[in-house]
C-alpha cells in the first residue's frame, strides 16, 4: 500500500527551528518530484517548495525563501522541510505530496507546526 | 503571480443534484489546471488534471471543461461523499504554483 507520512510537527516559538520529514512507504520515492503544501487552521491551500527527483532543483513561494529549505534523501526514501527563522504565520498543517506534472497527486495525511510563544 | 478565484464559496444541494463549480484564472493558465476534493480532517485528492482529465479511481461522475482562463468542475448525482471543499490549482506559470480560495459544497 503506498503512503506518505509526515512527522516532525508541534509547537515552536518565533524565530525558532523545525524539521519536518515524510517517509515514503509501498513505493519509491526516487522517481518522483516532490512538493511541500501548508493549510493555515480554517483555510485555504498554498503550495510552499518543490524538489526535482534528483534534488537539483528546488523552488519555493516568495514567504519562506531564505528560511525554508527541502531535501530529500532518495536511500532513505525520505523528503524533508527545515524551516527556520518560524514566524505564526507560519503555523499549519504541512502536507507532503508526489508531483505529477508539477500537479499534486499522493498526499501525506500532514503534520500540523503550530508557532506561538 | 496567478490568482484564481473560485465561486461560489458555499453551493447547498442535495443529494442527486449536480454541481457546477467554478474557477477563473487572472491570466491565461491554457490547460493546466486540476481539481482536487478535501473532506475534514483529512488531504486532498487529485481529481482532474490539465482542465478534463480524470486522475486514476475518479468516478466518471466528476468531469472538467474549460481553457484560458475560465474552467467548470461539474459533480452530477451528487452522493453523500461528495461533500467537502474543492480546490482548483494552475500550474501554468511558475513558482509559485497557486490554488483557488476553494469551494464548499454542503448538504442542503
Known amino acids: 500500500q503506498e503512503q506518505l507520512v509526515e512527522s516532525g510537527g508541534g509547537v515552536v516559538q518565533p524565530g525558532r527551528s523545525l524539521r519536518l520529514s515524510c517517509a515514503a512507504s509501498?513505493?519509491?520515492?526516487?522517481?518522483?518530484?516532490l512538493h511541500w503544501v501548508r493549510q493555515a487552521p480554517g483555510k485555504g491551500l498554498e503550495w510552499v517548495a518543490f524538489i526535482s527527483f534528483d534534488g537539483s532543483h528546488t523552488y519555493y513561494v516568495d514567504s519562506v525563501k531564505g528560511r525554508f529549505t527541502i531535501s530529500r534523501d532518495n536511500s532513505k526514501n525520505t523528503l524533508f522541510l527545515q524551516m527556520n527563522s518560524l514566524r505564526p504565520e507560519d503555523t499549519a498543517v504541512y502536507f507532503c505530496a508526489t508531483d505529477r506534472k508539477y500537479y499534486f497527486e499522493h498526499w501525506g495525511q500532514g503534520t500540523l507546526v503550530t508557532v506561538s510563544s | 503571480e496567478i490568482v484564481l478565484t473560485q465561486s461560489p464559496a458555499t453551493l447547498s444541494l442535495s443529494p442527486g443534484d449536480t454541481a457546477t463549480l467554478s474557477c477563473r484564472a487572472s491570466?491565461?493558465?491554457?490547460?493546466?489546471l486540476a481539481w482536487y476534493q478535501q473532506k475534514p480532517g483529512q488531504a486532498p485528492r487529485l481529481l482532474i488534471y490539465?482542465?478534463?482529465n480524470r486522475a486514476p479511481g475518479v468516478p466518471a461522475r466528476f468531469s472538467g471543461s474549460g481553457s484560458w482562463t475560465d474552467f467548470t468542475l461539474t459533480i452530477s448525482s451528487l452522493e453523500p461523499g461528495d461533500f467537502g471543499v474543492y480546490y482548483c490549482q494552475q500550474r501554468s506559470v511558475w513558482p509559485p504554483l497557486t490554488f483557488g480560495g476553494g469551494t464548499k459544497v454542503e448538504i442542503k
Open positions: 509501498g513505493f519509491s520515492l526516487s522517481n518522483n518530484a
Open positions: 490539465d482542465a478534463s
Open positions: 491570466q491565461s493558465v491554457s490547460r493546466f
